[in-house]
């Protein structure tokens, strides 16, 4: 890394908040400059906008550039990656929302649930709905709070719901997974505080190591051992928000220590713990 790369690295900037009211939103106002995310999932959507740069987003069958003022719409479960697409980097305001919460206001506007709530598009122009992700994400929006907060909140989930939501579709795994791919899964749901090996996973599922590996990440997306580390970050995040301090929690989580569990922590998420768990209060 050269000293203009060094430079960029350093002005990364990442504020993170829980929004007000009762649900479980989580807010995100990030700048961006080397950070490569690691394949990962998010056990709530996002929904964001981009305000500067360019950031281009993949996963295992698709990908698209989001550039200033596009919107940001991914699903829950969905494994992906990203990094910049303009030299400078990229500048996002994040939604994280519950998945419960967007089924909540699926019903209260009408709509029977049969599924899963998707969005068949990673990037969209939408003016109104990016206007709407701006104001709740704005500083003063807290300042007027709870009732505020969640009204912009609703109209966020109304936009994202009526314009852009593939009705309720199923996981993009489902078709793809074989009894084997889903005992190695379940094994790793099970075990992942555990030091879990290719090996084990070969005798559970009941085929061979390598046909294991090309199988999985056909259904998944992603190779066991990745999936493995997600699972564990998702882990880290609840009992992170649970209050756990940051070295139980990576012991408890199966890392091999604080160090380890903060570099795949930040991996994923772009946080350090610490950063999360010291911002993620009410505001």
Same mark, same amino acid.
């Given at each position: ?44 959507? /996002? %929904? ?5 740069? @360019? +950031? ?10 989001? #550039? !200033? =003022? ?81 009204? /912009? %909140? ?5 936009? @994202? +719901? ?10 993009? #795994? !489902? =078709? ?108």
């Amino acid at each position: 890394m050269n000293h203009d790369d060094d430079m960029l690295a350093a002005s990364e900037c990442i504020s993170f908040w829980r929004g007000d009211g009762p649900c479980g939103t989580e807010l995100l106002k990030g700048r961006y400059r080397t950070l490569r995310f690691a394949p990962h999932a998010h056990d709530r959507y /996002l %929904l964001g906008l981009i305000t500067d740069g @360019a +950031l281009e987003i993949v996963d295992p069958w698709r990908s698209a550039v989001a #550039t !200033v =003022g596009q919107v940001i719409l991914y699903n829950h479960d969905q494994v992906h990656w990203g990094h910049a697409a303009a030299r400078n980097g990229w500048s996002i305001l994040s939604i994280y929302l519950p998945p419960d919460d967007l089924d909540r206001a699926a019903r209260e506007m009408g709509r029977s649930a049969a599924g899963t709530i998707g969005f068949a598009t990673i990037v969209a122009e939408d003016s109104g709905l990016a206007r709407k992700i701006a104001a709740l994400c704005a500083a003063d929006a807290r300042a007027h709070g709870a009732l505020a907060s969640e009204s /912009l %909140l609703s109209a966020v989930l109304a936009d @994202a +719901l009526t314009r852009h939501a593939d009705g309720y579709v199923r996981r993009p #795994t !489902v =078709g793809r997974e074989s009894r084997a791919t889903r005992l190695a899964r379940d094994f790793i749901d099970d075990n992942y505080a555990s030091n879990v090996s290719l090996r084990e996973l070969s005798h559970v599922s009941g085929i061979g190591r390598y046909w294991l590996i090309k199988a999985f990440k056909t259904a998944y997306g992603i190779p066991p051992y990745a999936y493995l580390t997600n699972v564990r970050v998702r882990h880290a995040l609840r009992l992170l928000r649970d209050g756990m301090a940051i070295a139980e929690v990576a012991l408890a989580c199966g890392f091999a220590d604080q160090s380890h569990l903060s570099r795949m922590f930040k991996r994923a998420t772009g946080l350090t713990p610490g950063r999360f768990k010291c911002d993620l209060r009410w505001r």
